[in-house]
Protein backbone atom coordinates (compact mmCIF):
# COMPACT_ATOMS: atom_id res chain seq x y z
CA UNK A 1 0.00 0.00 0.00
CA UNK A 2 1.33 3.84 -0.74
CA UNK A 3 0.69 6.90 0.92
CA UNK A 4 -2.18 7.49 -1.66
CA UNK A 5 -4.77 5.17 -0.16
CA UNK A 6 -4.86 6.75 3.39
CA UNK A 7 -7.32 9.35 1.58
CA UNK A 8 -9.44 6.36 0.60
CA UNK A 9 -12.32 5.21 3.53
CA UNK A 10 -14.87 3.32 2.63
CA UNK A 11 -17.79 4.91 4.33
CA UNK A 12 -21.80 3.86 4.43
CA UNK A 13 -22.47 3.75 1.22
CA UNK A 14 -18.89 3.08 -0.64
CA UNK A 15 -16.15 5.92 -1.01
CA UNK A 16 -17.07 9.50 -1.92
CA UNK A 17 -14.17 12.42 -1.99
CA UNK A 18 -13.93 15.66 -3.65
CA UNK A 19 -12.53 15.34 -6.70
CA UNK A 20 -9.10 16.85 -5.71
CA UNK A 21 -9.12 13.91 -3.77
CA UNK A 22 -10.95 11.09 -6.00
CA UNK A 23 -8.23 10.67 -8.45
CA UNK A 24 -7.36 8.25 -11.13
CA UNK A 25 -4.82 7.10 -9.14
CA UNK A 26 -6.61 5.76 -6.23
CA UNK A 27 -9.94 4.74 -8.34
CA UNK A 28 -6.92 2.43 -9.66
CA UNK A 29 -5.80 1.41 -6.40
CA UNK A 30 -9.78 0.69 -5.76
CA UNK A 31 -10.01 -1.03 -8.86
CA UNK A 32 -6.91 -3.62 -8.08
CA UNK A 33 -8.35 -4.05 -4.55
CA UNK A 34 -11.55 -5.35 -6.13
CA UNK A 35 -9.44 -7.58 -8.58
CA UNK A 36 -7.25 -8.88 -5.57
CA UNK A 37 -10.34 -9.30 -3.57
CA UNK A 38 -12.47 -11.38 -6.03
CA UNK A 39 -9.93 -13.58 -6.34
CA UNK A 40 -8.47 -14.40 -3.03
CA UNK A 41 -12.18 -14.24 -1.01
CA UNK A 42 -15.10 -14.07 -2.80
CA UNK A 43 -14.24 -17.05 -5.20
CA UNK A 44 -14.40 -14.37 -8.33
CA UNK A 45 -13.96 -17.32 -11.15
CA UNK A 46 -15.87 -18.77 -13.82
CA UNK A 47 -15.98 -22.72 -14.52
CA UNK A 48 -12.58 -23.01 -15.85
CA UNK A 49 -11.00 -21.41 -13.14
CA UNK A 50 -10.85 -18.13 -15.51
CA UNK A 51 -11.41 -14.89 -13.76
CA UNK A 52 -15.07 -13.96 -13.94
CA UNK A 53 -17.13 -11.38 -15.37
CA UNK A 54 -17.78 -7.74 -13.25
CA UNK A 55 -19.99 -5.10 -14.86
CA UNK A 56 -18.79 -1.21 -14.13
CA UNK A 57 -21.34 1.45 -14.54
CA UNK A 58 -21.06 5.35 -14.13
CA UNK A 59 -23.18 8.39 -13.31
CA UNK A 60 -23.79 11.32 -14.85
CA UNK A 61 -20.78 13.41 -13.47
CA UNK A 62 -18.17 14.78 -16.10
CA UNK A 63 -15.60 12.71 -14.27
CA UNK A 64 -17.59 9.49 -14.34
CA UNK A 65 -16.74 7.85 -17.63
CA UNK A 66 -13.24 8.32 -17.13
CA UNK A 67 -12.92 6.90 -13.74
CA UNK A 68 -14.92 3.72 -15.12
CA UNK A 69 -12.99 3.29 -17.93
CA UNK A 70 -9.71 3.44 -15.53
CA UNK A 71 -11.41 0.51 -13.53
CA UNK A 72 -12.49 -1.42 -16.66
CA UNK A 73 -8.64 -1.39 -17.19
CA UNK A 74 -7.26 -2.38 -14.27
CA UNK A 75 -10.12 -5.20 -13.71
CA UNK A 76 -9.04 -6.28 -17.16
CA UNK A 77 -5.35 -6.30 -16.87
CA UNK A 78 -6.22 -8.64 -13.54
CA UNK A 79 -7.66 -11.19 -15.84
CA UNK A 80 -11.52 -10.03 -15.42
CA UNK A 81 -13.72 -9.62 -18.27
CA UNK A 82 -15.92 -6.39 -17.64
CA UNK A 83 -19.38 -5.31 -19.32
CA UNK A 84 -18.87 -1.21 -19.62
CA UNK A 85 -22.52 0.76 -20.34
CA UNK A 86 -22.80 3.42 -23.63
CA UNK A 87 -23.96 5.41 -21.28
CA UNK A 88 -24.16 6.82 -17.58
CA UNK A 89 -26.89 4.69 -15.86
CA UNK A 90 -29.05 3.86 -12.63
CA UNK A 91 -27.15 2.48 -9.74
CA UNK A 92 -30.18 -0.42 -9.31
CA UNK A 93 -29.21 -1.36 -13.06
CA UNK A 94 -25.83 -2.49 -11.99
CA UNK A 95 -27.07 -4.09 -9.27
CA UNK A 96 -29.68 -6.16 -11.10
CA UNK A 97 -27.70 -6.96 -13.80
CA UNK A 98 -25.10 -8.63 -11.20
CA UNK A 99 -27.66 -10.19 -9.50
CA UNK A 100 -29.11 -11.62 -12.94
CA UNK A 101 -26.47 -12.51 -14.74
CA UNK A 102 -24.83 -13.94 -11.79
CA UNK A 103 -21.40 -12.05 -12.30
CA UNK A 104 -18.48 -11.80 -9.86
CA UNK A 105 -19.35 -8.08 -9.01
CA UNK A 106 -20.00 -4.73 -9.67
CA UNK A 107 -18.64 -1.38 -9.56
CA UNK A 108 -20.16 1.95 -9.90
CA UNK A 109 -18.68 5.38 -10.48
CA UNK A 110 -21.34 7.65 -8.43
CA UNK A 111 -21.49 10.39 -5.66
CA UNK A 112 -25.11 9.81 -5.40
CA UNK A 113 -26.88 12.85 -4.11
CA UNK A 114 -23.50 14.41 -3.44
CA UNK A 115 -22.67 18.02 -5.25
CA UNK A 116 -21.13 18.08 -8.43
CA UNK A 117 -17.67 18.37 -7.27
CA UNK A 118 -17.67 15.12 -5.79
CA UNK A 119 -17.49 11.66 -7.10
CA UNK A 120 -17.45 8.05 -5.49
CA UNK A 121 -17.10 4.41 -5.81
CA UNK A 122 -19.57 1.61 -4.63
CA UNK A 123 -18.50 -1.92 -4.82
CA UNK A 124 -21.16 -4.56 -5.35
CA UNK A 125 -20.39 -8.18 -4.54
CA UNK A 126 -22.49 -11.34 -6.15
CA UNK A 127 -26.28 -11.00 -5.80
CA UNK A 128 -26.04 -6.99 -6.29
CA UNK A 129 -26.43 -6.08 -2.51
CA UNK A 130 -24.55 -3.42 -0.60
CA UNK A 131 -21.32 -4.33 0.51
CA UNK A 132 -21.16 -5.21 3.74
CA UNK A 133 -18.00 -3.84 6.40
CA UNK A 134 -16.28 -7.01 6.29
CA UNK A 135 -16.27 -6.63 2.83
CA UNK A 136 -15.34 -2.99 2.58
CA UNK A 137 -12.55 -3.81 4.86
CA UNK A 138 -10.92 -6.78 3.04
CA UNK A 139 -11.12 -4.35 0.30
CA UNK A 140 -9.00 -1.72 2.42
CA UNK A 141 -6.43 -3.63 3.63
CA UNK A 142 -6.15 -4.87 -0.35
CA UNK A 143 -5.66 -0.99 -1.54
CA UNK A 144 -2.67 -1.36 -3.78
CA UNK A 145 -0.87 0.02 -6.83
CA UNK A 146 -2.43 -2.32 -10.25
CA UNK A 147 -0.28 -5.62 -10.90
CA UNK A 148 -1.38 -6.87 -13.95
CA UNK A 149 -1.05 -9.95 -15.44
CA UNK A 150 1.25 -11.33 -18.73
CA UNK A 151 -0.43 -9.71 -21.73
CA UNK A 152 -1.87 -13.31 -22.84
CA UNK A 153 -3.94 -13.50 -19.29
CA UNK A 154 -5.75 -10.15 -20.22
CA UNK A 155 -9.87 -9.95 -19.90
CA UNK A 156 -12.02 -8.74 -22.31
CA UNK A 157 -13.58 -5.62 -21.73
CA UNK A 158 -16.90 -5.15 -23.78
CA UNK A 159 -19.37 -1.56 -24.44
CA UNK A 160 -22.83 -3.26 -24.08
CA UNK A 161 -26.41 -2.61 -23.12
CA UNK A 162 -27.33 -3.09 -19.60
CA UNK A 163 -30.66 -0.95 -19.39
CA UNK A 164 -32.32 -2.41 -21.76
CA UNK A 165 -32.32 -6.01 -20.15
CA UNK A 166 -33.22 -4.23 -17.13
CA UNK A 167 -35.86 -2.08 -18.15
CA UNK A 168 -37.95 -5.07 -19.65
CA UNK A 169 -37.76 -6.97 -16.76
CA UNK A 170 -38.80 -4.25 -14.74
CA UNK A 171 -41.82 -3.95 -17.32
CA UNK A 172 -42.52 -7.49 -17.10
CA UNK A 173 -42.83 -7.56 -13.89
CA UNK A 174 -45.07 -4.57 -13.14
CA UNK A 175 -48.34 -5.71 -15.40
CA UNK A 176 -50.44 -2.56 -15.42
CA UNK A 177 -51.99 0.10 -18.38
CA UNK A 178 -51.09 3.32 -17.40
CA UNK A 179 -53.38 5.12 -20.19
CA UNK A 180 -55.23 7.01 -17.88
CA UNK A 181 -52.41 8.12 -15.33
CA UNK A 182 -50.37 11.28 -15.23
CA UNK A 183 -47.18 11.93 -14.36
CA UNK A 184 -44.58 14.41 -13.59
CA UNK A 185 -41.13 13.41 -13.59
CA UNK A 186 -37.65 15.20 -12.65
CA UNK A 187 -34.63 13.20 -13.11
CA UNK A 188 -32.49 16.44 -11.06
CA UNK A 189 -30.27 16.04 -14.32
CA UNK A 190 -29.44 12.51 -13.12
CA UNK A 191 -29.13 9.07 -14.73
CA UNK A 192 -32.73 8.67 -14.01
CA UNK A 193 -33.57 10.60 -17.03
CA UNK A 194 -34.47 8.34 -20.30
CA UNK A 195 -34.40 5.35 -17.93
CA UNK A 196 -37.49 6.15 -15.09
CA UNK A 197 -39.29 8.29 -17.79
CA UNK A 198 -39.41 5.62 -20.48
CA UNK A 199 -40.30 3.15 -18.51
CA UNK A 200 -43.35 5.17 -17.03
CA UNK A 201 -44.44 6.10 -21.03
CA UNK A 202 -43.72 2.80 -22.47
CA UNK A 203 -46.39 1.66 -19.50
CA UNK A 204 -49.24 3.89 -21.12
CA UNK A 205 -48.82 6.98 -18.91
CA UNK A 206 -48.57 10.81 -20.02
CA UNK A 207 -45.06 11.68 -18.89
CA UNK A 208 -44.15 15.36 -18.60
CA UNK A 209 -40.20 15.53 -18.00
CA UNK A 210 -38.26 18.40 -15.96
CA UNK A 211 -34.47 18.17 -15.58
CA UNK A 212 -34.13 15.08 -18.29
CA UNK A 213 -31.08 16.80 -19.45
CA UNK A 214 -27.90 15.30 -18.72
CA UNK A 215 -26.08 18.70 -16.67
CA UNK A 216 -22.99 17.22 -14.92
CA UNK A 217 -23.41 20.02 -12.64
CA UNK A 218 -26.68 19.15 -11.76
CA UNK A 219 -27.96 22.81 -12.41
CA UNK A 220 -25.95 23.94 -9.86
CA UNK A 221 -26.96 22.06 -6.54
CA UNK A 222 -27.33 18.72 -5.14
CA UNK A 223 -29.60 16.01 -7.00
CA UNK A 224 -31.11 15.09 -3.40
CA UNK A 225 -34.70 14.65 -3.81
CA UNK A 226 -35.69 16.76 -0.37
CA UNK A 227 -38.54 18.93 -0.57
CA UNK A 228 -36.09 21.61 -0.67
CA UNK A 229 -34.73 20.69 -4.26
CA UNK A 230 -38.64 19.88 -5.32
CA UNK A 231 -40.27 22.92 -5.34
CA UNK A 232 -40.72 23.58 -9.09
CA UNK A 233 -41.87 19.25 -9.47
CA UNK A 234 -44.42 20.12 -6.74
CA UNK A 235 -45.75 23.27 -7.93
CA UNK A 236 -45.93 21.57 -11.70
CA UNK A 237 -48.35 18.57 -10.20
CA UNK A 238 -50.71 21.00 -9.12
CA UNK A 239 -50.78 23.14 -11.79
CA UNK A 240 -50.89 20.52 -14.71
CA UNK A 241 -53.32 18.54 -12.53
CA UNK A 242 -51.22 15.14 -12.89
CA UNK A 243 -51.92 12.14 -11.17
CA UNK A 244 -48.40 11.77 -9.66
CA UNK A 245 -44.66 13.43 -9.48
CA UNK A 246 -41.98 11.34 -9.25
CA UNK A 247 -37.88 12.50 -8.71
CA UNK A 248 -35.09 10.50 -8.69
CA UNK A 249 -31.45 11.30 -6.79
CA UNK A 250 -28.54 11.36 -9.04
CA UNK A 251 -27.97 8.04 -9.40
CA UNK A 252 -31.47 7.04 -9.22
CA UNK A 253 -31.06 4.61 -6.42
CA UNK A 254 -33.48 6.64 -3.76
CA UNK A 255 -36.78 8.10 -5.02
CA UNK A 256 -39.38 10.86 -3.48
CA UNK A 257 -42.94 11.03 -4.89
CA UNK A 258 -44.91 14.20 -4.95
CA UNK A 259 -48.83 14.11 -4.94
CA UNK A 260 -51.70 16.39 -5.66
CA UNK A 261 -52.78 17.37 -2.14
CA UNK A 262 -49.81 16.75 0.04
CA UNK A 263 -46.92 17.58 -2.00
CA UNK A 264 -43.59 15.99 -1.40
CA UNK A 265 -44.98 13.33 0.50
CA UNK A 266 -42.88 12.23 3.75
CA UNK A 267 -41.10 9.29 2.67
CA UNK A 268 -42.20 7.21 5.46
CA UNK A 269 -45.79 8.11 4.77
CA UNK A 270 -44.94 6.22 1.21
CA UNK A 271 -43.46 3.84 2.66
CA UNK A 272 -46.38 3.00 4.87
CA UNK A 273 -48.93 3.09 1.90
CA UNK A 274 -46.69 1.55 -0.33
CA UNK A 275 -46.10 -1.72 1.79
CA UNK A 276 -49.60 -2.12 2.25
CA UNK A 277 -50.54 -1.93 -1.35
CA UNK A 278 -48.04 -4.70 -2.23
CA UNK A 279 -49.70 -6.56 0.48
CA UNK A 280 -52.75 -5.78 -0.72
CA UNK A 281 -53.01 -5.83 -4.47
CA UNK A 282 -50.94 -7.88 -7.07
CA UNK A 283 -48.81 -5.37 -8.54
CA UNK A 284 -45.08 -6.85 -8.74
CA UNK A 285 -45.37 -10.57 -11.02
CA UNK A 286 -42.17 -12.32 -9.19
CA UNK A 287 -40.91 -15.18 -7.03
CA UNK A 288 -43.77 -15.74 -4.38
CA UNK A 289 -42.36 -15.62 -0.67
CA UNK A 290 -44.29 -17.63 2.24
CA UNK A 291 -44.18 -14.08 4.12
CA UNK A 292 -44.73 -10.69 3.37
CA UNK A 293 -42.35 -9.05 6.46
CA UNK A 294 -40.54 -5.87 6.17
CA UNK A 295 -37.34 -4.59 6.96
CA UNK A 296 -36.74 -0.86 8.14
CA UNK A 297 -33.81 0.82 9.22
CA UNK A 298 -34.19 2.23 13.28
CA UNK A 299 -34.72 5.41 12.28
CA UNK A 300 -38.27 4.98 10.40
CA UNK A 301 -41.23 5.69 11.28
CA UNK A 302 -43.51 2.99 13.13
CA UNK A 303 -46.53 3.74 11.28
CA UNK A 304 -44.96 0.91 8.85
CA UNK A 305 -45.31 -1.60 12.13
CA UNK A 306 -49.11 -0.91 12.26
CA UNK A 307 -49.58 -1.93 8.77
CA UNK A 308 -47.71 -5.31 9.08
CA UNK A 309 -49.28 -5.69 12.38
CA UNK A 310 -52.87 -5.31 10.51
CA UNK A 311 -51.27 -7.88 8.20
CA UNK A 312 -50.12 -10.36 10.82
CA UNK A 313 -46.76 -9.48 9.77
CA UNK A 314 -43.45 -9.15 11.60
CA UNK A 315 -41.24 -5.70 11.05
CA UNK A 316 -37.30 -6.60 11.03
CA UNK A 317 -35.24 -3.31 12.23
CA UNK A 318 -31.84 -2.76 11.73
CA UNK A 319 -29.31 -0.02 11.78
CA UNK A 320 -29.31 2.85 9.22
CA UNK A 321 -27.41 2.25 6.16
CA UNK A 322 -29.18 0.05 3.55
CA UNK A 323 -26.59 -2.65 3.67
CA UNK A 324 -27.89 -3.86 6.79
CA UNK A 325 -31.67 -3.22 5.65
CA UNK A 326 -30.11 -5.63 2.86
CA UNK A 327 -28.60 -8.15 4.82
CA UNK A 328 -31.84 -8.43 7.13
CA UNK A 329 -34.14 -9.05 3.59
CA UNK A 330 -32.09 -12.23 3.01
CA UNK A 331 -31.77 -13.42 6.17
CA UNK A 332 -35.87 -13.21 6.73
CA UNK A 333 -39.17 -14.10 4.76
CA UNK A 334 -38.89 -10.42 3.22
CA UNK A 335 -41.35 -8.74 0.68
CA UNK A 336 -39.30 -5.34 0.96
CA UNK A 337 -37.15 -3.15 2.93
CA UNK A 338 -36.53 0.27 3.35
CA UNK A 339 -35.29 3.52 4.85
CA UNK A 340 -36.88 6.83 6.04
CA UNK A 341 -33.99 8.61 3.37
CA UNK A 342 -36.09 7.04 0.38
CA UNK A 343 -34.07 4.17 0.05
CA UNK A 344 -36.66 1.22 -0.76
CA UNK A 345 -35.54 -2.61 -2.97
CA UNK A 346 -37.84 -5.67 -3.36
CA UNK A 347 -36.49 -9.15 -2.02
CA UNK A 348 -37.39 -10.69 -5.34
CA UNK A 349 -36.53 -7.98 -7.43
CA UNK A 350 -32.63 -7.24 -5.94
CA UNK A 351 -31.83 -6.76 -2.42
CA UNK A 352 -30.69 -2.73 -2.97
CA UNK A 353 -31.91 0.92 -3.14
CA UNK A 354 -33.95 0.65 -6.59
CA UNK A 355 -35.64 3.73 -7.41
CA UNK A 356 -36.92 3.16 -10.75
CA UNK A 357 -38.58 -0.04 -10.29
CA UNK A 358 -40.22 1.74 -7.14
CA UNK A 359 -41.20 4.93 -9.71
CA UNK A 360 -42.69 2.20 -11.78
CA UNK A 361 -44.47 0.35 -8.66
CA UNK A 362 -45.33 3.96 -7.14
CA UNK A 363 -47.52 4.72 -10.26
CA UNK A 364 -49.00 0.65 -10.36
CA UNK A 365 -50.48 1.65 -6.67
CA UNK A 366 -51.58 5.19 -8.40
CA UNK A 367 -53.00 4.29 -11.05
CA UNK A 368 -55.26 1.41 -8.51
CA UNK A 369 -56.33 4.08 -6.16
CA UNK A 370 -54.28 7.49 -5.38
CA UNK A 371 -51.49 7.94 -2.91
CA UNK A 372 -53.67 11.10 -1.34
CA UNK A 373 -56.56 8.72 -0.95
CA UNK A 374 -54.29 6.04 0.25
CA UNK A 375 -52.58 7.93 3.06
CA UNK A 376 -56.07 9.29 4.46
CA UNK A 377 -56.97 5.52 4.79
CA UNK A 378 -53.64 5.13 6.66
CA UNK A 379 -53.88 8.36 8.95
CA UNK A 380 -57.13 7.66 9.96
CA UNK A 381 -56.93 4.01 11.00
CA UNK A 382 -53.33 4.67 12.75
CA UNK A 383 -53.80 8.37 13.62
CA UNK A 384 -51.31 11.49 12.89
CA UNK A 385 -47.65 10.19 13.12
CA UNK A 386 -44.86 13.52 12.63
CA UNK A 387 -41.19 12.89 12.49
CA UNK A 388 -38.23 15.39 12.14
CA UNK A 389 -34.48 15.12 13.05
CA UNK A 390 -31.81 17.87 13.84
CA UNK A 391 -28.17 17.44 13.74
CA UNK A 392 -25.57 18.29 16.60
CA UNK A 393 -21.76 18.83 15.08
CA UNK A 394 -19.32 16.02 16.34
CA UNK A 395 -16.23 15.35 15.31
CA UNK A 396 -15.55 11.82 14.22
CA UNK A 397 -13.00 10.93 17.08
CA UNK A 398 -15.58 11.92 19.78
CA UNK A 399 -18.62 9.84 18.29
CA UNK A 400 -17.89 7.00 19.87
CA UNK A 401 -17.01 8.42 23.30
CA UNK A 402 -20.37 10.31 23.41
CA UNK A 403 -22.02 7.29 22.90
CA UNK A 404 -20.24 5.39 25.50
CA UNK A 405 -21.16 8.86 28.29
CA UNK A 406 -24.27 8.77 26.85
CA UNK A 407 -25.11 5.17 28.15
CA UNK A 408 -25.13 6.75 31.75
CA UNK A 409 -26.06 9.91 31.03
CA UNK A 410 -29.79 8.61 29.92
CA UNK A 411 -31.85 10.03 32.19
CA UNK A 412 -35.61 7.74 33.85
CA UNK A 413 -37.77 10.90 32.25
CA UNK A 414 -37.31 12.30 28.80
CA UNK A 415 -39.76 15.53 27.92
CA UNK A 416 -41.91 15.09 30.52
CA UNK A 417 -42.56 11.38 29.90
CA UNK A 418 -40.90 7.95 31.36
CA UNK A 419 -38.76 6.28 29.75
CA UNK A 420 -39.80 2.63 29.16
CA UNK A 421 -37.49 0.97 27.45
CA UNK A 422 -34.02 1.76 24.99
CA UNK A 423 -32.79 0.06 22.03
CA UNK A 424 -29.33 -0.21 21.10
CA UNK A 425 -29.07 -1.26 17.32
CA UNK A 426 -28.14 2.10 16.28
CA UNK A 427 -26.87 4.49 19.25
CA UNK A 428 -30.18 4.96 21.75
CA UNK A 429 -34.01 4.68 20.50
CA UNK A 430 -35.63 5.36 23.75
CA UNK A 431 -39.15 4.84 23.60
CA UNK A 432 -41.06 6.67 26.27
CA UNK A 433 -44.16 5.77 28.07
CA UNK A 434 -46.14 8.89 26.06
CA UNK A 435 -46.01 6.37 22.82
CA UNK A 436 -43.24 8.50 21.37
CA UNK A 437 -39.54 7.51 20.25
CA UNK A 438 -36.49 9.80 20.20
CA UNK A 439 -33.35 8.33 18.31
CA UNK A 440 -29.99 9.79 19.42
CA UNK A 441 -27.14 7.93 16.74
CA UNK A 442 -23.95 8.74 14.99
CA UNK A 443 -23.78 10.08 11.32
CA UNK A 444 -22.04 7.72 8.79
CA UNK A 445 -21.40 10.52 6.65
CA UNK A 446 -20.86 13.67 8.40
CA UNK A 447 -19.11 15.08 11.57
CA UNK A 448 -22.38 15.05 13.00
CA UNK A 449 -25.17 13.21 16.07
CA UNK A 450 -28.08 12.96 14.28
CA UNK A 451 -31.20 13.16 16.67
CA UNK A 452 -34.33 12.05 15.32
CA UNK A 453 -38.18 12.15 17.19
CA UNK A 454 -41.53 10.61 16.57
CA UNK A 455 -44.61 12.10 17.69
CA UNK A 456 -48.68 12.75 17.07
CA UNK A 457 -47.73 16.25 16.44
CA UNK A 458 -44.93 18.83 15.58
CA UNK A 459 -44.79 20.37 18.75
CA UNK A 460 -44.68 17.34 20.71
CA UNK A 461 -41.35 16.36 18.26
CA UNK A 462 -40.05 19.99 18.34
CA UNK A 463 -40.20 19.43 22.12
CA UNK A 464 -38.40 15.52 21.68
CA UNK A 465 -36.18 17.40 19.58
CA UNK A 466 -34.97 19.87 22.21
CA UNK A 467 -34.75 17.42 25.29
CA UNK A 468 -32.32 15.08 22.56
CA UNK A 469 -30.10 17.75 21.60
CA UNK A 470 -30.09 18.90 25.48
CA UNK A 471 -28.86 15.67 26.00
CA UNK A 472 -26.17 14.59 23.79
CA UNK A 473 -24.76 18.67 23.27
CA UNK A 474 -22.86 18.51 27.12
CA UNK A 475 -21.12 15.43 25.89
CA UNK A 476 -19.28 16.47 22.49
Same mark, same amino acid.
Not at 97 to 118: C, F, K, Q, W
Not at 120 to 129: E, I, M, N, Q, T
Not at 392 to 402: I, S, Y
Not at 448 to 455: C, D, F, G, P, S
Given at each position: ??????????????????????????????????????????????????????????????????????????????????????????????????????????????????????????????????????????????????????????????????????????????????????????????????????????????????????????????????????????????????????????????????????????????????????????????????????????????????????????????????????????????????????????????????????????????? !????? $??? /?? *?? %???? &?????? +? #????????? !????? $??? /?? *?? %???? &?????? +? #???????????DGTWLLMRPSGTEPKLRVYAEAGSQDRVDELLSAGRDLVEPLV
Amino acid at each position: MTADADAIDFGTDGWRATLDEFTAPRVRMVGQAVATFLREEADGTGADGAAGTVAVGYDARESSRGFAEELARVLATNGFDVLVPGRDLPTPVVAWTVRERDLAGGLMITASHNPPEYNGVKFLPSGGAPALPDVTDALAERLAEPDPLPDGEWGAVEETDLVGPYTERVLDAVDADFSDLSVVYDAMHGSGRGVTDVLLERAGADVERLRCERDPEFGGDSPEPTADHLTDLADRVADSGADLGVANDGDADRITVVTPERGVLDPNLFFAATYEAVLDEDLWSAEATTSDDVVRTVSTSSIVDRVAEDHGQEVHETAVGFKWVAQAMDEHNTVMGGEESGGFGLTAHVRNKDGVAFALLAAAIAD !AEGYD $ERV /DD *LL %DRHG &GIVQDR +V #SVDCPDERK !APVLA $ELE /DA *LP %DELA &GAAVED +V #STVDGFKVFLADGTWLLMRPSGTEPKLRVYAEAGSQDRVDELLSAGRDLVEPLV
